[in-house]
């Protein structure tokens, strides 16, 4: 494909699920990014990865989030008990080298995934 | 630790009319500066970014934006919007592995 993609698109999950989300990058693409979106407020960082190392997990808001990227390709984030401060736009990104310092590297988002907690 | 400030949560404007977005960093480092565009139920688009050299950087769509390192400003402009521009416009620097955001500027452009 030609820009990153993600799955579901939208989720909805009972307080105490877990769900599992779904992350394409471009092909190619080394480092791969979740961010966390709250409704009305910018990104934050969860979690960062260099091919299918974990380089940075400093975002990730407890243990009951984990991501993993196990072939440098794909990547999921799972979140287990899921609970309602949980509910937010889940985004990816992808760049095509590794990491952002120093390079001004871009980074290609795809569209979210939604994911409401009730 | 880098924060980004974007001071107007919203930003009515008439179509036609210039725009300013203003976006404030802290940083105690050289830094790369973006600002994003969200259209609704979509991703980030990037409109432009400032890594070095001129302090005024072109965008895509008309938007342009101009680094100021004594102010830590980068504030986004553009001399005549048009409908299509209704979005929530997102200021950000790199830091290490990851990038740092505002919080937004949503950009309502009436007829």
């Known amino acids: 494909g030609a820009g990153v993609s993600q799955s579901p698109r939208y989720k909805v999950a009972k307080r105490g699920q877990d769900v599992a989300l779904r992350c394409d990058p471009i092909?190619?693409?080394?480092?791969l990014f979740w961010y966390q979106q709250a409704l009305g407020q910018g990104p934050e960082f969860l979690t960062y990865?260099?091919?299918?190392?974990?380089?940075?997990k400093s975002g990730l808001p407890s243990d009951r989030f984990f991501a993993e990227r196990p072939e440098g390709s794909v990547s999921t984030l799972k979140i287990q008990r899921t609970q309602q401060e949980d509910s937010a736009v889940y985004l990816c990104?992808?760049?095509?080298?590794?990491?952002?310092?120093?390079?001004?590297?871009?980074?290609?988002f795809g569209p979210g995934t939604r994911l409401t907690v009730t | 630790a880098q924060s980004v400030t974007q001071l107007d949560s919203q930003v009515p404007v008439f179509e036609e009319a210039p725009v300013e977005l203003r976006c404030n960093y802290s940083s105690s480092v050289s830094v790369y500066l973006f600002w994003y565009v969200q259209y609704p139920n979509q991703g980030l688009q990037l409109l432009l970014k400032y890594l070095s050299g001129s302090t005024l950087v072109k965008g895509i769509n008309g938007f342009e934006a101009e680094f100021n390192k004594s102010q830590t400003s980068f504030h986004l402009r553009k001399p005549s919007v048009h409908i299509s521009d209704t979005a929530e416009y997102f200021c950000?620097?790199?830091?290490?592995?990851?990038?740092?955001f505002g919080g937004g500027t949503r950009v309502l452009v009436k007829p």
């Open positions: 950000a620097v790199n830091s290490g592995n990851k990038l740092t």
């Open positions: 990104a992808s760049s095509l080298v590794a990491g952002t310092s120093g390079r001004g590297n871009e980074q290609y």
């Open positions: 990865f260099q091919n299918e190392a974990q380089l940075d």
């Open positions: 092909s190619g693409h080394v480092s």
